[in-house]
């Protein structure tokens, strides 16, 4: 009796060190914080971002936009917390948990403007500087954000478009794969425009990948004279080679953005090209305008948007990128 | 029913417990305690936590939260699960904002016609599981896909895009606005309005669950549908009206998202119908039901809001973030579990 009564206390006591030690070992970043702030007086580069993007965790697009982040943080020597999530209310949270915690600027990403109007007016008044990245562009200035650093997603669908146009597809299937992500939808109408063919736009879901493959494979079955697809994100690319495949069709692949998947398939010629935004400088280059926005008061951009992109990796200069892509860099 | 037992002993259930404890074997003491301790530990380890904007940001997490989880709570004591009360309030919120920004209807009337719409999901759900006997799991799980297809597909040949924005221009948004998603300043922090709901409801439900006829049908009910039956209960009737208040109750909080966000995207509200259950079963809810208590699962949902943005204060890193939250919440249930049999330990 004692003696079990012993080990689960120990068990429960052990449970709740857990915590207190994974606290611990993500503490080098506090124990840094902690030292910044005793020297804050004097310096003036102690600073902390907070960037909030609306990606859950795992994303691989999302993932280079946070080594950017970083690696910003680390050559500037300053702080960057970096946290998503898909859903609005949430993303508006810890936003507003940014605030609360008194951060020195906020990069956000606006898939969804609406829902941040709130919590990025608290950081106004906070004083806190906003800079938007990745989508949302139109609603960026509205928002009073400094700086929208990005890619026009319309613009980037068109120009993806043509040079499908040009490979000779006219029939093509544009794979949205988040449902409520509006640049996605606009990158899919550029498409249309560019494209001057028919084009179906196709529902998947980024959280089941095989399951995307599937379906994407069902309508190539469905419909032999689509000779085209448009993937918006490169795990879906490199799902849409495999269901190209089992599918026996000859429909031509492009996709959005890059992996090291998607770059070694454009090698081999299964995916014809990938239409870069070269994402890393989103996650950078907000770091670099905050820290100067803060020392310099200058604000990048003259109220236009810093492109990222569109650049196109096609088989040509597919190697040069290749080991980049696989650093996590592009 | 009203002979008198003149001289039959006292049943020994009927004897009144003492004040302590009556206090032990509340359900929700040991959610209780690890709240307290969820609080301590994050209050310990991060500057911004136990400031008053800090307590409203993570009370606002947890607020829409903790009303659902109130609610799926009454359900799961009486015995049933709602698999499609997460998706229910995106349901909701695109309800009220198509009717407000495409129909151009006031935003009451909106409102009043996504509340018909919970009234009725709930309505189905609680006829199909009452009539024909399936497991609750199987028959909301599909009424979840059912309507996570319509959110997407209606919305999509509504308004030709996937999110629906503009709230904020409609007719009757701001005194919408006013009584669901506003801010309340106190202590110079802006507190959300919904934390007063989410306070509201628990009172009721509490009331409800502990101080009337009805409250005592869902405990039977959840205890054992025949023998409730047996004793008269209207067991087919009660199961119902839980269905439907909990999809009502969706359509509520996903008017208040709605409001709160003035846009709401098609994709929004799957998962969350775990963190419910996950809130209610923290605030000593048992999942084969019968057992509960509202406070219990309000105390649940604080635990899941403190939990997931203390993560955020602490600055812990994101790529864990789950694995964080997943620890802390066994370690708060483990320690409620704990808490609870040492209080039964004490009782005898």
């Known amino acids: ?330 | 029913m009203t002979v008198a037992p003149a001289a039959a002993p006292p049943d020994e259930r009927m004897v009144t417990a003492g004040l302590t404890r009556r206090f032990l074997q509340r359900p929700e003491l040991g959610a209780a305690v690890g709240a307290l301790a969820v609080f301590v530990f994050f209050a310990a380890i991060t500057d911004a936590f136990a400031t008053p904007s800090g307590i409203a940001n993570w009370l606002d997490a947890a607020a829409p939260l903790g009303i659902m989880a109130v609610a799926v709570a009454l359900l799961m004591i009486g015995g049933e699960f709602d698999l499609s009360a997460g998706v229910m309030t995106a349901t909701a919120g695109l309800v009220v904002a198509t009717l407000a920004t495409e129909y151009g209807l006031n935003v009451w009337l909106a409102f009043a016609v996504a509340i018909a719409v919970g009234l009725l999901v709930g309505f189905v759900n609680g006829i199909v599981v009452v009539r024909t006997g399936l497991p609750s799991f199987i028959v909301t799980l599909g009424m979840f896909l059912v309507l996570q297809g319509l959110n997407l597909g209606v919305t999509k040949v509504i308004t030709g895009t996937v999110q629906v924005g503009g709230l904020d221009d409609a007719d009757g948004y701001g005194s919408a606005r006013a009584l669901f998603a506003t801010t309340v300043e106190i202590f110079g922090a802006d507190v959300r309005v919904t934390v007063f709901w989410w306070i509201g409801v628990t009172a009721l439900a509490t009331y409800v669950l502990l101080r009337t006829r009805p409250g005592n049908w869902i405990f039977a009910v959840g205890g054992s549908a025949v023998a409730a039956r047996g004793v008269g209960v209207p067991a087919a009737r009660t199961k119902i009206a839980l269905f439907m208040m909990v999809s009502t109750m969706a359509a509520l909080v996903g008017t208040m998202q709605a409001l709160r966000l003035t846009s709401v995207q098609a994709n929004s509200g799957i998962g969350l119908e775990f963190e419910f259950i996950i809130a209610a079963v923290i605030g000593g809810c048992l999942l084969t039901g019968g057992f509960g208590s509202a406070v219990g699962a309000a105390l649940g949902a604080l635990i899941f809001g403190m939990a997931k943005q203390g993560i955020v204060f602490a600055g812990w890193d994101s790529d864990w973030f789950m694995l964080f939250l997943g620890l802390l919440l066994l370690i708060a249930t483990l320690l409620n579990l704990y808490v609870r049999r040492r209080a039964e330990v004490m009782k005898r």
């Open chain 1, 1 to 330: 009796m004692v003696t079990t009564r012993f080990t689960k206390k120990r068990a429960l006591i052990a449970l709740l060190a857990l915590p207190l030690a994974l606290a611990a070992c993500t503490d080098d970043d506090g124990g840094n914080d902690a030292g910044n702030e005793e020297g804050g007086g004097g310096g003036g580069s102690d600073f902390t971002f907070a960037v909030v993007t609306h990606a859950s965790a795992g994303d691989a697009f999302w993932d280079v936009v946070q080594n950017g982040a970083e690696a910003a943080a680390e050559d500037l020597g300053i702080e960057v917390t970096y946290q998503g999530s898909g859903e609005p209310d949430e993303q508006a949270q810890l936003i507003e948990a940014a605030v609360s915690d008194e951060v020195d600027g906020i990069v956000v990403s606006l898939a969804n403007p609406d829902a941040m109007r709130e919590p990025l007016a608290s950081a106004e008044e906070a004083g806190i500087p906003v800079i938007t990245i990745n989508s949302g562009e139109n609603e960026s200035a509205s928002l009073g954000a400094i700086t929208h650093v990005g890619q026009t997603e319309t613009v980037a669908g068109q120009g993806a478009g043509e040079q499908l146009a040009e490979a000779g597809v006219t029939n093509l299937i544009c794979v949205i794969h988040e449902p409520g992500n509006i640049g996605l939808e606009q990158r899919c109408e550029g498409a249309t425009e560019g494209l001057g063919g028919t084009v179906e736009n196709l529902q998947v879901d980024i959280n089941d990948v095989a399951g995307a493959q599937t379906t994407i494979q069902s309508s190539l079955q469905a419909d032999p004279s689509i000779n085209g697809v448009l993937a918006l994100n490169p795990a879906i690319g490199v799902a849409a080679v495999d269901a190209v495949a089992g599918a026996g069709s000859e429909a031509q692949i492009a996709t959005f953005d890059l992996s090291g998947d998607v770059v070694s398939a454009i090698e081999d010629g299964s995916i014809l090209f990938a239409v870069d935004q070269q994402q890393y400088l989103q996650g950078y280059v907000p770091i670099v305008l905050l820290k100067l926005y803060q020392e310099n008061n200058n604000i990048m951009g003259g109220g236009l948007p810093v492109l990222t992109g569109p650049g196109f990796v096609t088989q040509e200069n597919a190697a040069t990128v290749a080991d980049l892509a696989e650093a996590g860099t592009r």
